[in-house]
């Protein structure tokens, strides 16, 4: 194992750092970009310069995602794709790669909960959290990832979640689908290093969002769990992501692959 061949391997280049975090240009397609997490990333991106690409369900929402990224006097393309149709996320892919010629960063936001005791828990429910959580990201990961290895570089990044690495109650589906979005981002980062594509995850503690919302409409229990080991009283606000996200789409994250980042205000060292 060697370091790349340089003059002086360990000197650090003048204005090395200029652009390090530098993602403008960069073509990111986002998925579950109509609400929430995936909104804010697909904003931040925006504002970093990205071509950016909304995929998802909900049209409405992707409209008023791409209302928000025009105020900031930057474009944004729709794409309508339900994640856990491997034919409408080829579909997509091919068209933002006709369109830039490429695409560097996927983000794979889509996702939704549902909350029952275990021993109860509806296997209609159990099919939607698992397809949609754990398999519409593995497809979207083998779809864009394989456009990715053909450019040689991307980097892809899963949004976990903090039940990706414990559990909490009325949870099991979601924490199943979550502990499964790790296991894939680190076996992907592993076959696809050499070829140029890192894969990442991003692991939120409960966000304000409108998934934090309509689930605490259902039932309290697993939120007041949740909140009652936090550090500190206060969810996170999605824009409080686009730090990492841009982080690990550009060149600073080198080095960085197979490992879900946590943005989870500290809750796992408890
Ligand atoms: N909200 C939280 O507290 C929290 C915490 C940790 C992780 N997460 C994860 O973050 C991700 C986004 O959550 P959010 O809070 O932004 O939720 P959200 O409900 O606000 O947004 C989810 C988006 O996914 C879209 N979607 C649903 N099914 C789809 C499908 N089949 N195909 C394409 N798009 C589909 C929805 O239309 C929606 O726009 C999820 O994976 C969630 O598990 C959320």
């Known amino acids: 194992m060697t370091a790349p061949e340089e003059d002086d391997p360990i000197a650090i280049p003048s204005g090395y750092v200029t652009n390090l975090f530098d993602i403008a240009g960069r073509v990111a397609a986002v998925t579950g970009a109509g609400s929430g997490l995936g909104r804010a990333i697909a904003i931040g991106y ?11 369900v909900n049209d409405a929402g992707m ?3 791409a209302r928000l990224i025009a105020a900031e006097g930057r474009s944004a393309t729709i794409h309508h794709v339900d ?4 034919a409408e996320i080829e579909a997509a892919a091919d068209a933002i790669v006709a369109r830039h010629g490429r695409v560097d960063i996927l983000v794979n936001s889509a996702g939704t909960a549902f909350r029952s005791p275990a021993e109860d828990y509806p296997e209609e429910k159990l099919d939607l959290i698992l397809d949609l959580n754990l398999k519409g990201l593995y497809l979207c990961c083998q779809v864009f990832g394989k456009r990715m290895l053909a450019q ?15 559990g909490y109650p009325w949870s099991s589906a979601y924490v199943a689908a979550k502990h499964g979005v790790v296991g894939a981002t680190k076996v992907m980062a592993l076959e696809w290093r050499d070829r140029g594509v890192r894969v990442n995850g991003i692991g939120p503690t409960l966000m304000d969002s409108p998934l934090t919302k309509a689930a ?3 039932t309290s229990l697993t939120a007041d769990w949740i909140k009652g080991r936090m550090l500190r009283p206060r969810l996170g606000l999605p824009r409080e992501l686009i730090g990492a996200a841009i982080f690990l789409a550009s060149d600073a994250s080198e080095l960085v692959t197979g490992h879900t980042i946590m943005c989870d205000d500290g809750y796992l060292t408890a």
């Open 46 to 56: 925006a504002q970093a310069g990205c071509e950016v690409a909304l995929l998802d």
């Open 63 to 65: 409209e008023e995602t």
């Open 83 to 86: 994640v856990t149709r491997k």
């Open 152 to 166: 040689g570089k991307g980097s892809i990044i899963n949004i976990a979640s903090i039940g990706a690495f414990i």
């Open 216 to 218: 605490a409409t259902t």
